[in-house]
């Protein structure tokens, strides 16, 4: 509720750029279409491409839900809707949106990248806000997508093959954690924090 709308965060990042990498949460994939979640998340991650606000882009997400890793298949779409292959970098661990900071900011700061953000849907960056001044010494900025330029670049169906994202065996979160271990989770309480 007071947290800076997209819009002014968007101007701020405007001032900022260019970002090294932005780091953008995964979705789960239900292996045929992207979900309206997934969808937004990566067309805004082109977006900002496509702007030069950010230099790469950095997908954050293991299977958690379904068999796909959430990551490997928003690589996919990246690279289908224009996102050079060589901009995009997988993170393939983390299993809620804390673990997406957490696991891609360590990625990106053994990278060598000093200019951090945080891209996602408006709700899911003001939830993880606190998170990411909280626990990291270089600074994330969170640039959520703008719904009013989202809606008038939407209109993009690509088709992928994501075989090569899905994993053998899988055993969905549900059933592998109880709620209160996913709900520690939700909070950030699972991740062992190493010292910087």
Do not use: C
Request: charge should be positive; aromatic fraction near 12%.
């Amino acid at each position: 509720m007071f947290r800076p709308s997209p819009k002014k965060l968007f101007k701020r990042a405007v001032k900022n750029e260019p970002y090294d990498v932005v780091i953008v949460p995964g979705s789960p994939y239900d292996g045929k279409n992207w979900s309206s979640v997934m969808k937004g998340r990566v067309i805004w991650a082109n977006y900002l491409v496509q702007k030069g606000i950010a230099k790469n882009v950095m997908f954050s997400g293991a299977a958690v839900y379904t068999p796909y890793v959430e990551a490997k298949v928003m690589a996919l779409f990246a690279e289908n809707i224009g996102i050079p292959k060589e901009k995009i970098i997988i993170e393939d661990k983390a299993q809620h949106g804390t673990e997406n900071i957490y696991y891609s900011y360590w990625l990106a700061k053994n990278m060598g990248f000093t200019k951090i953000a945080f891209a996602s849907d408006p709700v899911q960056s003001t939830l993880l806000m606190g998170f990411s001044k909280r626990h990291f010494k270089i600074k994330i900025d969170h640039i959520p997508f703008v719904i009013d330029t989202l809606a008038t670049i939407d209109d993009i169906y690509p088709v992928i093959n994501a075989d090569s994202a899905k994993v053998q065996n899988f055993i969905s979160i549900v059933e592998a954690q109880t709620f209160s271990h996913r709900f520690r989770g939700t909070r950030g309480k699972n991740i062992k924090f190493q010292k910087e």
